[in-house]
């Protein structure tokens, strides 16, 4: 059966209706608000769920060529055209057809527009948002605007404040003799104004050209004479004909002005204002204008000169200027106090910007927005106060104002670079309680910081949640995570997000590359990295020395030479000085010095000559070795070639001769170095005074110590750490303590290895309690001790008696995450069986294997020592007999202490009826000695008997009677 005519109609109104679009237009004159107004509905749709994009002409490029930007600075990304009907091709039709709204600013530039809007909403069923002017400054229609008016489903006239009235504005009145019609210009060209200020707006026209032309002559000729209004100079006298620009100004000599003091106005003096003018000046045609009588400033005139106030840095005139304001009853608005606090943050006072959130409140009866609190974060991280950012949007929400998307991205980078990366992370999860939805940024900021603190599993995660929330990561977002997967050897899956990258549509940069060859070539898989390179579509220098750096790390020179001589030349790359200097530098770390002087001279042949840095490394790697006359050689031939060594090559010698102790050598090159041009730094002062350390010369020493800071150079923890610990090792514990105090009065800090040095001597000198409290210094800095800070304090613990204290120690290790090691353990079985806890001394030494810990020499001599102190001289046997069968190798100690204990028992039942039984004892401890399983003694049956027991001993034969 056929359709009937009216099911015919019914299914094309059906069809038509299902796709119809709509189309919206704003216009008005300029500084209306129509970008404002676009971006506030493009915002909404958006928040509606709707996909949607923004046009505008590439002919607008005051602000950003890829940006909307409004007069006031909020912006949107865009697709700059020079015609619309290239819209769709350039996003894709599979991406056009997902669209749902279209916003075109700058309407007036686009020629198609009528054609592009009537197919995009009637055809398409695309909501069109259009914003223009719709004349211009001649009043007449502009581009095609008026054009799409009869097919518009609405039309908003948009008005501005005129400049001379403040009324509303609906015309647009350009300042200069321009007369093309379209001239993109900002407020320096044209200004708003009403129908009565339009008409009669010469006057305005003049004052304003004055202010143009005059600032374009003061670039032009910026000696010329202008005393008058106070810059520099004075006016001609008129003997030669005026100049244009001597004829605008004119009007507004300052003289002629006192003259005429019904003359000037709030606008003529805000123009004045405008004018190149110092403050000085500036401030008496404020005054004075406002002596007229009948005369009152205007919020414009006050705006303008608090900003050139501000500019100068004057900032006790801005407070005055504004309890002026306050007397005179003019409604402060918030963006002037905006405007004061980016000029304290520019004069580099981020704290006095953040005063005027109080003051703009309780003093002048202005309530900030977000929009202050906002750009007092920016200046507060601008001015490199990150810990204060926090305060300022826990005060917005005690205030009951709600934070946008923008602040919690500036609290977030703020709290990142205090490294409070976890408080961070919580304001991502706090953003959805106050309506705001993370942006790119926000993950951005994020997602760098985790993989800054090697947190790169959570990285992962909020890139994955990045593509869920639809906000598309840049190639330094991807560049981040696999950074982060490199440094933790996770190069697999750093390669698999490099092919999640390429699927998703983002290309690789050699940031990307490099990151991921490097972390090949760190886990050995430098031949995956060669074949990684191959497919790199434009491959640099930068990734080809790494590859090469691989090949030199593992000790594979023939390929690195391979890769510098054949695989950069294919790809028409030169290798340079960086690229030799990494071959060079492997060569000499091996020790193939023939090597590296056969890579310099191949260098000239390539056309790369040899510069400082590269015969440094070789000075370097001789010094190194010992072999300073091949180091003087390369001197010689640097010099041959007009090249002079630097300060860091003269280090390297210095620290040669230094560890070599030749001292005097040392002192005469040092002296040598001014004449050369080169300024001795931390390291030759180090080298020095290190060298100085270890042939005991102290005071030499604290003399160089005394020299660096009258050369300008401030001593570092090396420093401190070469001194300190060499008055440590000479017991002198007071001159160490006094560097101390030095060292913090300077404001250097005591690291683990200052610390150390110093709980040890403590140690050694029965301070132990000066110790403890070091050690517990320690951990209230953060610091992390390692097994050896440990290991010297329980050993002091257990030496003085306090086992106890030691145990608990051990129960600290273990919490922070330290293995106790044999030393730990040593030093605790020691102190145990010193204080009489034997059961518990031998129950320590029966977990040691439970705790993955072998029992060494050292062990078993405490052990045996112990037993034998006790007389249990079997039990001793036995336990030696335990640890060999363990593979223990008895040391000199342990056959000491058996023989010992041995000869004491055999010469008392020896001489025990002759003698004392002290003196028995004391006897075989002086007059027997064992040395490498031979003992000596003075007396027949004593020598005899010695050796019996010796033998025992040696053999594991059971002791004689």
Partial sequence: MKPSNRDRIRSMYTEATSVSGEIHVIVGPMFAGKTTTLLRRIKLESSNGRNVAIIKSNKDTRYALDSIVTHDGEKLPCWPLADLSSFRQRLGPEAYDKLEVIGIDEAQFFEDLYDFCSKAADHDGKTIIVAGLDGDYLRRSFGGVLDIIPIADSVTKLTA?????????????????????????????????????YVSGQVVKVAARTVLESQKFLRKTP?????????????????????????????????????????????????????PLDVPTSMELFQWAGSQKGYCHSFDVYSTLIDKVGSAGEFKIIDRLLMQMKEEGIVFTESLFIMIMRHYGRGGLPGQATRWLLDMRTTFSCEPTFKSYNVV???????????????????????????????????????????????????????????????????????????????????????????????LPDVNTFNDVIIGL???DRVHEAAKLVDRMLIRGFAPDAITYGVLMQGLCKTGQVDEAKALLKKVPDP????????????????????????????????????????FSILIRGLCKKGFFASARHVVEEMSSKGCEPNVITYTILIDGFCKEGRLEEANDIMD?????????????????????????KIQEAMELFSYM??????????????????????????????????????????????????????????????????????????????????????????????IEKAVGLFEEMLRKGMNPKNKSCNILINGLCKAGKVQNALEYLREMIYRGLKPDIVTYNSLISGLFKTGRVEEALNLFDKLQSQGVCPDAVTYNILI?????????????????????????????????????????????????????????????????????????????????????????????????
């Fill in 637 to 661: 031939e640097m010099s041959s070639k007009g090249l002079r060594l630097n300060t860091v090559g003269y280090n390297c010698l210095l620290s040669a001769l230094c560890k070599d102790r």
């Fill in 865 to 961: 020592g112990s037993y034998c102190k006790m007389g249990m001289l079997e039990e001793a046997y036995a336990l030696l007999t335990r640890g060999v069968s363990s593979g223990l190798t008895p040391d000199n100690i342990t056959w000491h202490i058996l023989v010992t204990n041995l000869l004491k028992k055999i010469l008392l039942a020896t001489f025990k009826f002759h003698r004392p039984k002290s003196q028995v004892n004391t006897l075989g401890t002086g007059i027997c000695r064992f040395n490498s399983h031979w003992c000596e003694y003075k007396g027949g049956q004593g020598l005899r008997c010695a050796r019996k027991a010796a033998a025992a001993v040696w053999f594991h034969m059971p002791p004689l009677d």
């Fill in 377 to 471: 974060l920016d200046i507060l991280l601008a001015g490199n106060c990150p810990k204060v950012a926090p305060n300022v949007i826990y005060e917005m929400l005690s205030k009951g104002i709600s934070p946008t998307v923008f602040t919690f991205a500036r609290v977030m980078n703020a709290l990142c670079k205090v490294k409070e990366v976890d408080s961070a992370c919580s304001l991502l999860r706090d953003m959805t309680k106050y309506g705001c939805v993370p942006n790119s940024i926000v993950y951005q900021t994020l997602i760098h910081a985790l993989s800054e603190a090697n947190r790169v599993n959570e990285a992962l995660k909020l890139l994955e949640e990045m593509f869920l929330m639809s906000c």
């Fill in 674 to 767: 001014p004449s050369k041009g080169c300024k001795p730094d931390i390291f030759t002062f180090n080298s020095l005074i290190y060298g100085l350390c270890k042939i005991d010369k102290m005071e030499e020493a604290l003399c160089m110590y005394r020299d660096m800071f009258t050369e300008g150079v401030i001593a570092n923890t090396v420093t401190y750490n070469t001194l300190i610990h060499a008055f440590l090792r000479k017991g002198a514990i007071q001159e160490a303590f006094k560097l101390v105090n030095d060292m913090l009065f300077r404001g250097c800090p005591l690291d683990e290895f200052t610390y150390t040095g110093l709980i040890k001597a403590l140690c050694q000198d029965g301070a």
């Fill in 161 to 197: 404040r005129c400049e001379l009235c403040g009324e509303r504005a609906f015309f647009t009145l350009r300042k200069t003799e321009e007369t093309e019609t379209e001239l993109i210009a900002g407020a320096e060209v044209y200004m708003p104004v009403c129908r009565k200020h």
């Fill in 486 to 488: 490199c440094r933790a």
């Fill in 540 to 579: 640099n220098v930068i990734l080809f020395n790494t590859l090469i750096n691989g090949y030199v790390t593992h000790g594979r020179f023939e390929e690195a030479k391979s890769v510098l001589n054949e695989n950069m030349s294919s790809t028409g790359w030169l290798p340079d000085v960086y690229t």
């Fill in 223 to 275: 000696t010329f004479p202008f005393s008058t209004l106070g810059i520099n100079g004075s006016f001609s006298d008129g003997t030669e004909s005026e100049t244009e620009w001597e004829r605008l100004l004119k009007p507004f000599d300052f003289r002629e002005l006192r003259k005429s003091l019904n003359k000037i106005t709030p606008f003529q003096l805000n123009k004045l204002l405008e004018l």
